[in-house]
């Protein structure tokens, strides 16, 4: 009897239950995918379609004609190359610098001992939770005082010094990752006659490329869509794409007015959308041809929890 039970309850199981737990997953990961995968779609559809086909209600994905117009305004708006050039210049770098000094930093508290080392992570670590609008005066009144404002410096210095945008998050996702390399690899390089530097620089730079590959993209990405910090430090002289994309509608108002009357030069939500697309594009780009290495990063450096 327990056995015709037992396997009665596994033929149910199979027939009933299996594909109804694998149904619900299903819906609820195309749920989650719709959710995120929305917006995108949203954006590039609406990008390319005429004033005529937002106002149609039977134009809801695809345009009846593609238009490359709203990319041109935008485009004009945007101040490209300009803004572009300011953008990769005033991320690209700081990011680099930021991956580098983070691990030197992290390589020092994970292989060397000093008084109140714990309390020093600690402090260091509390200072990724105090949000940016809280020392936003102060980085004015500082960077001010010593002449950097509305200068590439105000970017620059603080990535180099270890400063940079969620510095703490890197070098915490660093420490973890040298704590998990065996101290072996230094002893054998030291034994060798390499020094604390060249440790560092020939045996874990190579080992750590997938935790800087994961903070390169993160601080890519942060340094790239940040508006608050920069527009204050980088003022009118450095604009970069998110600087141009937060005042869009005031310049594009400039440069396309409508006085006469006429709705060909109103704004719309193509254009906006269109000047979005371009904002984000380089960004998407970086993630295509790095995508693997990203992937892979993730999985080795220990942050997806695994």
């Known amino acids: 009897?327990?056995?015709?039970?037992?396997?009665?309850?596994?033929?149910?199981?199979?027939?009933?239950?299996?594909?109804?737990?694998?149904?619900?997953?299903?819906?609820?990961?195309?749920?989650?995918?719709?959710?995120?995968?929305?917006?995108?779609?949203?954006?590039?559809?609406?990008?390319?379609?005429?004033?005529?086909?937002?106002?149609?209600?039977?134009?809801?994905?695809?345009?009846?004609?593609?238009?490359?117009?709203?990319?041109?305004?935008?485009?004009?708006?945007?101040?490209?190359?300009?803004?572009?050039?300011?953008?990769?210049?005033?991320?690209?770098?700081?990011?680099?610098?930021?991956?580098?000094?983070?691990?030197?930093?992290?390589?020092?508290?994970?292989?060397?001992?000093?008084?109140?080392?714990?309390?020093?992570?600690?402090?260091?670590?509390?200072?990724?939770?105090?949000?940016?609008?809280?020392?936003?005066?102060?980085?004015?009144?500082?960077?001010?005082?010593?002449?950097?404002?509305?200068?590439?410096?105000?970017t620059f210095l603080p990535a180099i010094f270890g400063q940079g945008i969620r510095s703490a998050i890197f070098i915490l996702l660093y420490l973890n990752f040298f704590n998990m390399l065996p101290k072996a690899f230094d002893e054998a390089a030291e034994i060798d006659g390499a020094n604390t530097f060249q440790v560092f620089y020939k045996i874990m730079i190579p080992l750590s490329l997938p935790a800087i590959v994961t903070t390169f993209i993160f601080s890519l990405v942060w340094y790239w869509n940040e508006t608050l910090l920069s527009g204050l430090l980088l003022g009118n002289k450095i604009k970069t794409l998110p600087l141009e994309l937060r005042d869009f509608v005031a310049r594009y108002a400039v440069m396309f007015p409508t006085a006469d009357g006429s709705a060909a030069n109103r704004i719309n939500e193509g254009i906006r959308m269109a000047a979005t697309m371009i904002t984000i594009l380089p960004l998407l780009i970086t993630y295509l041809f790095l995508q693997r290495q990203f992937v892979e990063s993730l999985e080795r450096t220990g942050i997806t929890g695994e």
């Open 1 to 154: 009897m327990k056995n015709k039970e037992r396997r009665f309850r596994i033929s149910y199981y199979k027939t009933f239950k299996e594909p109804a737990t694998k149904t619900i997953i299903y819906v609820v990961l195309i749920g989650i995918g719709y959710a995120y995968l929305y917006p995108l779609l949203y954006m590039i559809t609406s990008s390319f379609m005429s004033v005529e086909d937002l106002v149609n209600p039977t134009v809801v994905w695809v345009p009846s004609k593609l238009t490359l117009d709203n990319f041109i305004r935008a485009w004009k708006v945007l101040e490209m190359p300009k803004s572009l050039w300011n953008s990769v210049y005033t991320s690209v770098i700081p990011a680099l610098a930021q991956s580098l000094i983070t691990a030197l930093i992290a390589y020092g508290l994970s292989r060397f001992e000093f008084p109140l080392k714990r309390f020093w992570i600690v402090l260091m670590l509390a200072t990724f939770l105090i949000p940016t609008q809280v020392t936003l005066v102060t980085k004015y009144v500082l960077f001010s005082t010593l002449r950097l404002t509305d200068t590439i410096y105000a």
